[in-house]
């Protein structure tokens, strides 16, 4: 199975920050390849899908990037509402999600 | 209004049976791949199943494997988690979440709110 790593595990920004999460699979993943963001006591929201592609209705400070086993989220100005759990997941096998990146204050 | 709701969380004892529930409206669920995904406590999301739209194909994660069921009856636009010989680590908040419509590559769009499943004598 592959293994999904990130990197890192959490961090502290403020608002207005350019914020970078690494996300590395064990194993070629092509670019299926997707971002979640996840609030406390909510389900994940999806952000980004196929690695670089943004959701209908998500911010576009939100930006992916990557291909093969190497991706990263970008969040370009961080705002309030962005603090939470980021995790990537990936859809070319069974669909292991990382551990997640905490992003708080 | 796009929309999945779990329900059939609950206490069971170690050994215990539940089944849950997701129901599906607002879009043609008999297109979709569908999953199920769950969350311990504290910890991260861990993906559990995964049915394609017509039912004929299922997959699930190693820890599940032989005491989870997944089905789906298209008919009534529901999903159904049987979960058999349960342990205090199936203890979660279980989503169901709505994938693809042409195969399973596709991301997971559309979440439930969760059910609680709590594993304990």
């Known amino acids: 199975d592959i293994q999904m790593t990130q990197s890192p595990s959490s961090l502290s920004a403020s608002v207005g920050d350019r914020v970078t999460i690494t996300c590395r699979a064990s194993?070629?993943?092509?670019?299926?390849l997707n971002w979640y963001q996840q609030k406390p006591g909510k389900p994940p929201k999806l952000l980004i899908y196929?690695?670089?592609s943004l959701q209908s209705g998500v911010p576009s400070r939100f930006s992916g990037s990557g291909s093969g086993t190497d991706f990263t989220l970008t969040i370009s100005s961080l705002q309030p509402e962005d603090f939470a759990t980021y995790y990537c997941q990936e859809s070319y096998n069974i669909h292991t999600f990382g551990p997640g990146t905490k992003v708080d204050i | 209004e796009v929309q999945l709701v779990e329900s059939g969380g609950g206490l069971v004892q170690p050994g215990g049976s539940l089944r849950l529930s997701c129901a599906a409206s607002?879009?043609?669920?008999?297109?979709?791949?569908v999953h199920w995904v769950r969350q311990a406590p504290g910890k991260g999301l861990v993906w559990v199943s995964r049915m394609n739209s017509d039912g004929s194909s299922t997959e699930y994660a190693d820890s599940v494997k032989g005491r989870f069921t997944f089905a789906r009856d298209n008919a009534r636009n529901t999903l159904y988690l049987q979960m058999n010989s349960l342990t205090a680590e199936d203890t979660a908040v279980y989503y169901c979440?709505?994938?693809?419509?042409?195969?399973?590559?596709?991301?997971?769009?559309?979440w439930g709110q969760g059910t609680t499943v709590t594993v304990s004598s």
């Open positions: 194993q070629n993943v092509h670019s299926y």
């Open positions: 607002g879009f043609t669920f008999s297109n979709y791949w």
């Open positions: 979440a709505r994938g693809g419509q042409f195969s399973y590559y596709y991301p997971m769009d559309v």
């Open positions: 196929a690695a670089s």
